[in-house]
């Protein structure tokens, strides 16, 4: 639902790929970085008062995940105007 989201356009879903992809690595990556930093390494842990998501036996704070798809996401907008903007001829 999020892909569909923050990639869904007319092009769906063939045009959209590479920022799928992109979206799913960045949440892979989050977890990941999650993990290793709370669990294997115990450099630091969460308290009680974030908002935690638990998925697949791992729990992850919900801004760090939301921040490693809200940025590159609306980098991916962005971009997307000003690429359309230039290739129609407008400075």
């Not at 989201?5 to 990941?32: D, H, K, M, Q, V």
């Not at 930093?37 to 630091?44: C, E, F, L, T, Y």
């Not at 992850?60 to 997307?80: E, N, R």
Request: net charge positive.
């Amino acid at each position: 639902m999020l892909a569909l989201l923050s990639a869904g356009n007319e092009l769906w879903p063939t045009g959209c790929y590479r920022r799928i992809a992109a979206l799913a690595l960045i949440a892979a990556y989050t977890t990941f970085g999650e993990w290793l930093n709370v669990v294997v390494r115990a450099s630091w842990a969460y308290s009680e008062w974030p908002p935690i998501v638990s998925a697949f036996g791992l729990r992850i704070g919900i801004s760090p995940l939301l921040q490693w798809i809200t940025v590159p996401s609306v980098g991916f907008a962005v971009t997307s105007v000003v690429t359309a903007k230039f290739s129609n001829g407008e400075p």
